[in-house]
């Protein structure tokens, strides 16, 4: 049987792309797209394979939608220079923003953690992007991030308070506490997101060191 090699070789899609035989998909490039999406965090190949058949039976609609998105994200998106967001403008709508509280600043590892906060919109003030944490093990070093760019954002001063917001994991708390002594000196309030129970957890099913963090936290009913 003559290998098929494109949707026109079989006779366009959906279904005329199936081989007759086997009821196999023979096309090379659906092989390269499955392989591309299949990297992506949280797919594997099987939900990659899943996802291309999807936007295959969906190509007039859904898939001309991704595919704008996708060039519109290629075209226009930058990173901020004062925070290190990503956004379509340079400095992003957050730094831009006469509403936000320029004296607080809220220090994250990654652009994922900072949309996640600004989703929950609890934060008002402003942000800035490391880049990672430190990590010995992957020699990630204080200045393979921003860390020199956060002392100078505070060496400018009109900064009251720092939220350091790292990740609750043994090189995203050696990173808090290296930025928390690089930061001594300067007149600002140093903080920290809280670790404990997490909403709707129950008591036994959490590990030993996050019921220590909580008991540890615990605070006076109100
Ligand atoms: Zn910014």
Redesign the pocket.
Known sequence: MKMMRNFEDIGGFPFSGLCPICRAMASQEIETLTSALSRLPGLGPRSARRAVLWLIKRRETSLVQLLDALDAVRGTLVE?D????V?TTN??A??ADPRRDARSLCVVEDVADLWALDRARLFTG??HVLGGRLSALEGVRPEDLTIGQLIQRVSQGGIDEVVLAMNATLEGQTTAHYIAERLEGYPVRITQLAHGLPVGGELDYLDEGTLAQALRARRPVA
Request: aromatic letters at 8%; hydrophobic letters at 10%.
């Open positions: 901020c004062t925070c290190g967001n956004d400095p992003c957050i730094c402003r942000y």
